[in-house]
């Protein structure tokens, strides 16, 4: 056993010099968050990760609690294209749980854990300036509608001014995704998005989406039909076969986003895998989908 503790900390040895001082975004969601047991894991990952010298930076999701806390206020959901149709009381539900219950949770966890975490939404800072989206064509029984999302943003612009004061003196910020527009209005973004967003505009060497499958699946049905590897340019040609579908698609489109505005590597990963950051990170195997560019290209 102890030999293989060895082997364990060996193989991580050069990835932990690779990535040393590098920054990652996380972006952390799913079915996970309403896990303790897994939340916990998650973020003592995370923490690991600060004090082998890589700088995280954490974006959180919250769809499930969202849809739990409206259903629980006898409020329906409702999704186009993997996105949540989003009116003024959505929107003031989804910032309740995103940036009240959500973000505290996880600073608190961070402090468990021996790190120092700091909460922010989109709008501390100006971080995240956004506009709304415009109406969605979708095609319902060969009929195509056009449909308002609400109050649901697109990013304009990133301000990692906040963000790196925050690295360089050793916190993790966790990222909340409410977004304001120009006139400071609120607006919910997609947090798969955001992560992407923010991992651009500080450069990250890397960026992790966690989710509740094992990566990118050919089959929707079969966990074991995961696709290890995708070049951004098969994606479009992937959502349009229906592969990519639902909520994987503002996933793999913020991946290509930020692979082609300078992220090295995409990580889609399965969070209530134990410790899967650690193994997709230090080890030789990987356990996800990972997204990238063709060298050439």
């Known amino acids: 056993?102890?030999?293989?503790?060895?082997?364990?900390?060996?193989?991580?040895?050069?990835?932990?010099?690779?990535?040393?001082q590098s920054i990652m975004v996380i972006k952390v969601g799913g079915h996970a968050m309403v896990n303790p047991e897994v939340m916990s894991d998650i973020i003592q990952d995370i923490v690991l990760?600060?004090?082998?010298?890589?700088?995280?930076?954490?974006?959180?999701?919250?769809?499930?609690?969202?849809?739990?806390?409206?259903?629980?206020?006898g409020k329906e959901s409702h999704f186009v294209g993997g996105l949540r149709i989003t009116d003024d009381e959505t929107l003031e539900i989804a910032r309740m749980v995103l940036v009240g219950n959500i973000n505290t949770e996880i600073v608190s966890l961070i402090g468990k854990h021996g790190g120092k975490g700091i909460g922010l939404s989109g709008k501390?800072?100006?971080?995240?300036?956004?506009?709304?989206?415009?109406?969605q064509r979708i095609v319902i029984d060969d009929v195509?509608?056009?449909?308002?999302?609400?109050?649901?943003g697109d990013t304009e612009i990133i301000n990692p001014d906040?963000?790196?004061?925050?690295?360089?003196?050793n916190y993790i910020p966790v990222i909340a995704p409410i977004a304001v527009d120009v006139n400071g209005k609120g607006l919910n973004i997609n947090a798969d998005t955001v992560a992407g967003d923010v991992a651009a505009a500080l450069k990250a060497k890397k960026l992790i989406l966690m989710t509740d499958v094992p990566g990118l699946l050919r089959d929707i049905n079969d966990r074991n039909s995961r696709i290890s590897r995708i070049a951004i340019e098969d994606i479009e040609g992937l959502v349009d076969s229906g592969i990519i579908s639902g909520g994987m698609i503002p996933k793999m489109r913020s991946a290509a986003c930020s692979v082609t505005s300078g992220v090295e590597k995409i990580h889609i990963i399965d969070g209530s895998v134990s410790h899967s950051?650690?193994?997709?990170?230090?080890?030789?195997?990987?356990?996800?989908?990972?997204?990238?560019?063709?060298s050439g290209d």
Do not use: C, Q
């Not at 230090?282 to 063709?294: D, L």
């Open 1 to 20: 056993m102890t030999l293989k503790r060895e082997n364990v900390l060996i193989e991580a040895l050069p990835y932990i010099r690779e990535f040393h």
């Open 144 to 152: 195509e509608h056009e449909v308002d999302l609400g109050w649901v």
């Open 162 to 169: 906040l963000l790196n004061i925050l690295i360089r003196e």
């Open 49 to 73: 990760l600060r004090f082998v010298g890589i700088h995280p930076v954490i974006v959180h999701g919250g769809g499930p609690e969202i849809s739990e806390k409206m259903r629980r206020m």
């Open 124 to 135: 501390d800072g100006k971080m995240i300036i956004a506009k709304k989206k415009p109406f």
């Open 277 to 294: 950051i650690l193994l997709e990170l230090f080890t030789n195997i990987g356990i996800g989908t990972m997204v990238y560019k063709r």
